[in-house]
């Protein structure tokens, strides 16, 4: 017995009527398009990654500006605070 109960000579019975049902130019197709879709969709993954990364680099990038502002602020406030 195979995975879930399905033995491997049931799995080829199965494979024997799909091919004749359909023929080996549709499932070359729908193998294709299969092939096709998985591509896309690995493509639209990785420029999702590329766009949140650099999201959070500029998120960085106006956190560290904003920092140096506040800091720099500070500094002013300081400095009129000690002058008489």
């Given at each position: 017995?195979?995975?879930?109960?399905?033995?491997?000579w049931s799995l080829l019975l199965i494979l024997a009527i799909v091919l004749l049902l359909f023929g080996?130019?549709?499932l070359r197709?729908?193998?294709t398009d299969l092939g096709?879709?998985?591509?896309?969709?690995?493509s639209a993954m990785k420029d999702g990654e590329?766009?949140?990364n650099e999201a959070k680099e500029s998120i960085e990038e106006v956190t560290t500006e904003h920092r140096e502002?506040?800091?720099d602020a500070?500094?002013?406030k300081k400095t009129n605070n000690e002058k008489p």
């Open positions: 017995m195979g995975p879930g109960g399905i033995s491997p080996t130019k549709k197709n729908v193998g096709g879709a998985l591509k896309g969709f690995k590329k766009e949140a502002q506040v800091d500070e500094g002013e």
